[in-house]
């Protein structure tokens, strides 16, 4: 009896890791002379909007449960 396993392990290959690679790419190879700051921009940039969207969402569920919305 044969049993077909599938491994599927993700590395976060979305937009973000692909800009990072990209730009260190760019920056090891001495093709842009940015900061490492912008290097790095597509990964901690993803995490202020995801701390942006809980915030704003956070507070909204306040303000509803304040008014009696929900």
């Given at each position: 009896m044969a049993t077909n396993v599938?491994?599927?392990i993700g590395f976060g290959s979305g937009l973000p890791t692909m800009l990072f690679i990209t730009?260190?790419?760019l920056k090891l190879t001495k093709v842009i002379?940015?900061?490492w700051w912008w290097v790095f921009?597509?990964?901690w940039g993803s995490f202020?909007?995801?701390i942006f969207i809980l915030?704003?969402?956070g507070f909204?569920?306040?303000w509803g449960k304040h008014h009696g919305k929900w």
């Open positions: 599938n491994w599927n730009f260190l790419i002379s940015w900061s921009a597509p990964i202020v909007i995801l915030f704003v969402g909204i569920l306040l």
